[in-house]
């Protein structure tokens, strides 16, 4: 039983598609988070949602769209790809947004844009 | 705003080595601290965590102690084992409610 899933792992485009990236949880969490790692292994937080309504929203493109149909599923659109968005990308999820709470990570979505 | 300094990697130790990775932080106010693992090919997982002053976290022979005279939360083990290596982050969490990394710092340790 895997506590945090996405789908896909790999993902492999032309730049100015666009594409999903899913995400599921199955704790019970409230609250879910995507981040973005780099080549360099350097990990930033996107966005994070809790109980579906957004509550950080950092400095990305406008190119990139969180949807959250509900607590267990957050998912990231990105329109228009570009070269720089290649990176991977790791959803999270944690009871609630305290600060002290630990975040559970997915496996990761590995997107190369060619 | 907040950040995270760890030490630059990649460390390479022989089994049964000591092992510290430094970590110092900038934060206002009353940050909690974490170091996450992440093994080859997967996603991070908490390794421990200290959510006040002086606190110490431990899990797998790992120490670090939250000293905020030094602002920092190095991480410790007596005795490294081949199935340590991996990418060790150094994160905390403040009143933004969000995750700040260090950049992580590659562990190979050989046999």
């Known amino acids: 039983d895997t506590a945090v899933s996405q789908t896909p792992k790999y993902l492999v485009t032309q730049m100015g598609n666009d594409k999903s990236i899913k995400c599921e949880q199955n704790?019970?969490?409230?609250?879910m988070y995507w981040y973005k790692q780099d080549s360099k292994k350097f990990l930033k937080i996107m966005f994070s949602?809790?109980?579906?309504?957004?509550?950080i929203n950092e400095t990305v493109p406008n190119r990139f769209s969180p949807k959250s149909p509900d607590k267990a599923h957050l998912n990231l659109h990105i329109n228009s790809l570009e070269l720089g968005d290649s990176a991977v990308y790791f959803c999270?999820?944690?009871?609630?947004?305290?600060?002290?709470?630990?975040?559970?990570f997915g496996p990761g979505t590995r997107l190369t844009v060619l | 705003g907040n950040s995270v300094t760890q030490m630059e990697g990649p460390v390479t130790l022989s089994e049964e080595a000591f092992l510290t990775i430094n970590c110092t932080y900038t934060?206002?106010?009353?940050?909690?601290l974490f170091w996450y693992v992440q093994y080859p090919g997967e996603g991070l997982q908490l390794l421990l965590k200290?959510?006040?002053?002086?606190d110490k976290g431990s899990n797998k022979g790992f120490e670090a102690t939250y000293r905020k005279e030094t602002t920092s939360f190095h991480l410790e083990k007596g005795s490294v084992q081949v199935s340590d290596s991996a990418v060790y982050f150094c994160?905390?969490?403040?009143?933004?409610?969000?995750?700040?990394f260090g950049q992580g710092t590659r562990l190979t340790i050989n046999p």
């Open positions: 704790l019970g969490h409230d609250t």
């Open positions: 994160a905390l969490s403040g009143r933004a409610q969000k995750l700040v």
């Open positions: 200290a959510t006040k002053a002086d």
């Open positions: 934060a206002t106010g009353y940050p909690s």
């Open positions: 999270a999820s944690s009871r609630d947004p305290s600060s002290y709470n630990e975040q559970f």
């Open positions: 949602y809790n109980n579906k309504e957004l509550i």
